[in-house]
């Protein structure tokens, strides 16, 4: 009779534990959450790791440059910029290219039919070529504003010198870069729940054991160092003006010297407000 009376005890204990984790149809249980599996989903502010957007079967995009790395023009010099793009359709509101010309947020462009007259599209975007050493970033883009991420094709840099500044750029053209791209502008409503953060790297592996990407928002650091080289989401960011970091860290977790600070300023409409 004891035996008979533990046993259904047992029976009563299994029954209230399979109640409490029905499987819903997709391989998942329902009830608690699972703290061994990661338990709840994070609240706050945080970052998400999302999936890089697929490219098109057939041969990888490309995107060259026909211009030299540190070549030297003279003060007054028109500095133009021959881009070819291949395996990669650019479109007026589609695909782009993303045009970094220092630190300074990027500019799209969706015609390389003919060289860039970097001249011209610094002075419609109000920035000013001034004598010293520059750097010109380009890369593939989606209309999402997701850079297009196969490796270093679709994507190239180089440096030069305008006016009379003597000397050699800070960094080589085969050192590991990270060149930040997303968020960028102001976000309002259903926009600012999840803000892509998105950036490129060249002559750097994402990954355990290698490279990774420090995030910092209005100066703290937001989670771990990122290891994949996919797009992410800025998630919780309150309403106000933010301040957003990027920076590539070696296998040691040592900042790599880098020729500017990857970073831009962004807005968060509140409620009932809009975006200029």
């Known amino acids: 009779m004891r035996q008979l009376r533990s046993f259904a ?16 149809g997709q391989g998942t249980t329902t009830g608690d959450p699972d703290i061994t599996s990661g338990g709840e989903a994070e609240t706050g502010l945080h970052i998400e790791e999302g999936q890089r957007a697929p490219v098109p079967e057939g041969d990888t995009p490309q995107l060259v440059s026909g211009h030299a790395h540190n070549r030297r023009y003279g003060a007054g010099t028109t500095v133009e910029i021959p ?34 007259n970097l001249n011209a599209v610094l002075e419609a975007n109000g920035i000013e070529l001034t004598e010293g050493w520059h750097m010109v970033r380009a890369f593939l883009s989606r209309p999402t504003h997701e850079s297009v991420k196969v490796g270093g094709h679709a994507s190239t840099w180089f440096g030069f010198f305008y006016g009379e500044a003597p000397g050699s750029g800070p960094i080589e053209h085969d050192d590991p870069l990270l060149t930040y791209s997303r968020p960028k502008g102001c976000y309002a409503g259903a926009d600012a729940e999840r803000i892509l953060l998105d950036f490129q790297v060249r002559a750097a592996e994402l990954g355990s054991g290698g490279h990774s990407v420090r995030v910092t928002i209005d100066g703290e650091q937001i989670g771990e160092p990122l290891a ?10 309150e309403p106000g003006e933010h301040a957003i970091g990027l920076e590539l860290l070696d296998a040691s977790g040592a900042a790599v010297e880098a020729p500017f600070a990857e970073d831009g300023t962004i807005r968060v409409a509140g409620d009932g407000e809009s975006c200029p």
């Open 9 to 24: 005890i047992a029976l009563c204990a299994l029954c209230i534990l399979n109640a409490c984790s029905k499987d819903d």
């Open 83 to 116: 881009y070819t793009v291949r395996h990669w359709e650019l479109a007026q509101g589609g695909n782009h290219v993303h045009l970094i010309f220092d630190d300074h947020p990027y500019i799209p462009i969706y015609d390389v039919s003919e060289s860039i």
């Open 228 to 237: 994949q080289w996919v797009p992410h989401y800025i998630v919780g960011l």
